[in-house]
Structure formats: C-alpha cells, structure tokens
C-alpha cells in the first residue's frame, strides 16, 4: 500500500520560495504519475503541476497550470526514487493554499491535473504566503 507525504510547507513572504517534497513509503515512485494539487479556503481542490512516470514511455514528462507556469518546477529525485518535489518561487499571496501530492500507476497526463485520475493521496502540508 503506497503512502504519501507532503512536507516542506509554511509562512513565507511575497516573492520568495518553498520546496514542497512527496515522500512515498512502500513503494518507489518512478513507476506512478505524481501531481501536486491544492485547495485554498473556500475554493475546489485544483492541479497545480504533473509528471508522468519514467517508465511507459512518457519520458517523465510535466504539466503546470498556467497560474503556476515559469514559477514552479517539479522534478524527481534521481537519487532518491521515492521523492518528488515542487520547488516554488517568486510565491504570490493567491498560492496560499494547502498543498496535496497524488500518485497513480495507471494514470498517464496528457494535458492537465486531473484529480480523479490519481488514486493515492497525501494529507497535505499549509503553505501561506503574507508578508
């Protein structure tokens, strides 16, 4: 049974940056897509960026939302298979959101975040960005 964790969130101010890790225990990750969601207050749960598996032939490729593109980047640990990260910069006050990791072995992105494609979730890590 695959398990997530989400750590790495806090309080940062405007402008600055986090890095978001989704820890798995029981199994690596290089064969499941892994997607990054969050849900602000008051707000529907909604993709934030996505990377396909290495293994399918989908070359580990990614997918970012547009409100998230040029500042976000997730990427896998090389050295690590059973982490994936969102490294986050140039943080807005609107990405202030609980931050959820999502993975899925059956699940290849084709062109956006979708939360009914993936099947293990994490419980989420606060992020806010105030000044």
């Known amino acids: 049974q695959l398990q997530l964790v989400e750590s790495g969130g806090g309080l940062v101010q405007p402008g600055g940056s986090l890095r978001l890790s989704c820890t798995a225990s029981?199994?690596?990750?290089?064969?499941?897509?892994i997607g990054w969601f969050r849900q602000a207050p008051g707000k529907e749960r909604e993709g934030v960026s996505c990377i396909n598996n290495n293994i399918s032939g989908t070359d580990g490729s990614t997918y970012y939302a547009d409100s998230v593109k040029g500042r976000f980047t997730i990427s896998r640990d090389n050295n690590n298979k059973n982490t994936v990260y969102l490294q986050m910069n140039s943080l807005k006050p609107e990405d202030t959101a609980v931050y959820y990791c999502a993975a899925d072995s059956f699940t290849t992105i084709q062109s956006m975040c979708v939360m009914t494609d993936f099947w293990y979730w994490g419980q989420g890590t606060q992020v806010t960005v105030s000044s």
């Open positions: 029981g199994s690596t990750l290089d064969y499941y897509a």
